[in-house]
């Protein structure tokens, strides 16, 4: 068992790396569920590497769907031979790799009983699980910002030049998973993005982030913004049923960008199982923290994370049986969600966009003030012919829309289920934003009426005595 050591080269890794691989090996090389750009381009880029250094065939897997227009644009247009877990024959290899995400998490197609008596190697830059170090060689933690970047410099220390599709591939892992070097970035990122830029073909990057979006997705747009719902600086989402997983995703990067808002939390459901995206705006909590606390009380779910971003795929509890239990068990789980970032249980819920003005948008394409609601036409020229506004015209007046929130409303509850610290980082997080600390611990019971929990998605609720 090889575990890397943070603070050695990367020719160092590399040459661990290599001994531990057999000239000619065959490898099967998987990325998480539903992969993203970072996961698909890491596992090419660890297939070229090794077919490149030790004459290694290589094949490329996942299980899930490949559901965004941008992946399913990337895998398209750069040609990468992605095959689903299905088609795969196990026993047509030596060795198996994990990349951006590690045997422990779970949301992977590689389960222990299938890979058992393999060579496992595990790469993947989120933090390191404990059970990752029992790979035969395993490089996961450290400050890189993407799994791609790390890749990167795997390859230039090997002396291999990607070539413009594996550049390319690279060049957009790294750009979509910092978000164009704004979140969680290292310096060894930016050397690896501008190292890239030169090799790739931009005019397909482009092609790549703006795809044809099919009609379904306008469907799911348009439902995630009328149900979108404010409560204090958090802003919650249930899709319902979701054609493609990754539309919760999408939805919560969306959510995220509304302003005032620091937490954005989306959920759909997808083959009978709940999938949570969760978003923070301020880099001092953390959502990897909490879906890891979180998925504690689900183990055969699955999560992992930034600092700033995270997911988890839950199954729903077996009480859950009709429609409308679902209903309740999302609606328990998002309550459970805002409660355990430090917002008081008396805050109201309100629309993200009230029903008239959602209309009137529709119809015009401009937003419609509320009365005795300054718009921001009127508030830029006051401020212009140096007249006060009042603020108000980005914020909702509670008055104003009580009754129309009075049906989304959720009821008050005086636990959640989770630890309601607000998941910030602490001192000694901050260079290593998802890592939790060992004293953070989930409530599971409170000082109430009753023991708050997710209800129906899986976790009894029991009456105090």
């Known amino acids: 068992m090889t575990e890397v050591d943070q603070t050695a080269s990367i020719a160092e890794r590399l040459e661990l790396l290599l001994s531990t691989i057999e000239g000619g090996e065959r490898v099967l090389i998987c990325t998480h569920d539903n992969p993203d750009p970072d996961s698909i381009a890491s596992a090419l880029a660890l297939g070229v590497l090794l077919r490149e250094t030790k004459a290694c065939s290589f094949t490329l897997t996942y299980g899930g769907v490949l559901g965004r227009a941008e992946n ?63 790979a035969d060689y395993a490089d996961v933690g450290g400050a890189f910002g993407a799994t791609c970047s790390l890749l990167t410099h795997y390859l230039h220390a090997a002396g291999v030049t990607p070539d413009q599709t594996l550049a390319t591939a690279l060049f957009y892992g790294v750009k979509s998973d910092t978000r164009d070097l704004g979140r969680e970035v290292s310096a060894d990122d930016v050397w690896a993005y501008s190292h890239l830029v030169p090799l790739c073909d931009m005019p397909t990057v482009s092609a790549i982030e703006h795809p044809r979006l099919p009609r379904p997705y306008f469907s799911v747009l348009s439902r995630a913004i009328l ?3 404010v409560t204090g600086n ?121 029903h008239e003005e959602s209309s009137a948008s529709l119809e015009s394409g401009v937003r419609k003030p509320e009365p005795g609601r300054v718009s921001e036409e009127e508030g830029r020229a006051r401020s212009s012919s140096g007249e006060e506004s009042n603020g108000s015209s980005l ?71």
């Not at 319902?240 to 302003?259: I, K, M, N, W």
């Not at 954005?264 to 995206?277: I, K, Q």
């Not at 959640?416 to 000694?428: P, T």
């Open 227 to 229: 149900r979108a719902e």
């Open 72 to 134: 399913r644009a990337m895998v398209r247009l750069l040609k990468i031979p992605l095959i689903p877990i299905r088609r795969i024959r196990l026993e047509e290899f030596d060795a198996v790799a994990l990349v951006d995400t590690q045997p422990e998490v779970g949301n992977h197609a590689l389960r222990p009983e299938l890979v058992d008596g393999k060579k496992m190697l595990c790469i993947d830059h989120h933090f390191a699980r404990p059970l990752s170090k029992e």
């Open 234 to 354: 958090v802003v919650t989402c249930d899709l319902g049923e979701v054609y493609v997983p990754d539309l919760v995703a999408e939805t919560a990067d969306s959510l995220s960008r509304a302003e005032g808002i620091r937490w954005a939390m989306v959920l759909g459901e997808f083959e009978g199982a709940l999938y949570l995206s969760i978003r923070v705006n301020d880099r001092r909590y953390s959502a990897g923290k909490l879906v890891r606390e979180l998925i504690k009380l689900y183990p055969e779910g699955s999560a992992g994370g930034h600092g700033s971003m995270a997911g988890a795929r839950i199954p729903y509890g077996p009480r859950v049986k009709t429609d409308q239990g679902k209903v309740r068990a999302r609606k328990k789980l998002l309550r459970t969600l805002v409660l355990s970032t430090g917002i008081d249980a008396d805050t109201r819920s309100l629309p993200l966009v009230g």
């Open 395 to 465: 914020q909702p007046k509670p008055d104003a829309v009580a009754a129309k929130s009075a049906a989304l409303k959720l009821a008050p509850s005086k636990g959640s289920g989770l630890k309601a610290s607000g998941y910030k980082h602490n001192e000694a997080e901050k260079r290593m934003p998802i890592a939790a600390p060992p004293n953070h611990r989930i409530k599971l019971r409170q000082k109430s009426d009753v023991q708050v929990d997710v209800g129906e998605v899986g976790v009894r609720q029991r009456s105090e005595t």
